[in-house]
């Protein structure tokens, strides 16, 4: 019998199952990528229980589409579920619909992850992506003009983190969408 665990996900291959911890996050996509790596659990954590709840979905079945383009958010997606090497990750930053926290690099806050024909959309709490969020991503993301600057992000960047892991109210929106959509995005980069 399956029993998921609040500190890992689970995806399923032909040889047995895998497991991956936010940790395993941050080690793949780097220290950087602290947020990134809380975005990316939460996430799978809701999708898996939502397209997956009796059994840990196959890896190679699951397709995201995101209005989010940060490349830690993709590398943590690459990671547990293979889909940006094998095709079935698609960014369109355009896709993210009115009420999803705009991103400081582009797009939104916003995603679909399907499996075996159902999918999800999730938009993630503006509360959590303000505009705090927003200012402090754009002004020391890509580096900051001291230590102290740095010591004081850092911070920040776990703080969010928390939220991420412990808000129940994580998502303002999670509702059944069309996953022929993303599956008509698949067929066409697969050809």
């Not at 499996?115 to 503006?126: C, D, I, L, Q, V």
């Not at 808000?167 to 959509?181: L, T």
């Amino acid at each position: 019998m399956f029993s998921r665990r609040p500190d890992c996900l689970v995806v399923s291959e032909p040889e047995g199952t895998l497991s991956f911890n936010r940790e395993d996050m941050i080690r793949y996509a780097g220290h950087g990528q602290i947020i990134a790596s809380g975005v990316v659990f939460r996430l799978l954590q809701k999708a898996f229980m939502d397209l997956s709840p009796q059994e840990p979905p196959s890896r190679k079945d699951i397709w995201v589409l995101t209005a989010f383009p940060g490349e830690g958010v993709r590398d943590c997606i690459e990671l547990v579920t293979r889909a940006v090497t094998d095709g079935r990750f698609t960014l369109d930053v355009n896709v993210a619909p009115s009420g999803a926290p705009s991103s400081p690099i582009g797009g939104g806050m916003y995603f679909e992850v399907g499996y075996r024909g159902k999918a999800f959309a999730y938009t993630f709490n503006p509360e959590i992506f303000d505009e705090h969020w927003y200012q402090s991503v754009q002004n020391f993301q890509d580096g900051c003009d001291s230590s102290e600057n740095h010591g004081r992000y850092v911070s920040y960047k776990y703080g969010v983190l928390g939220e991420l892991l412990a808000r129940e109210d994580v998502f303002i929106d999670v509702h059944e969408c069309c996953a022929d959509r993303v599956l008509k995005i698949k067929s066409s980069t697969l050809k």
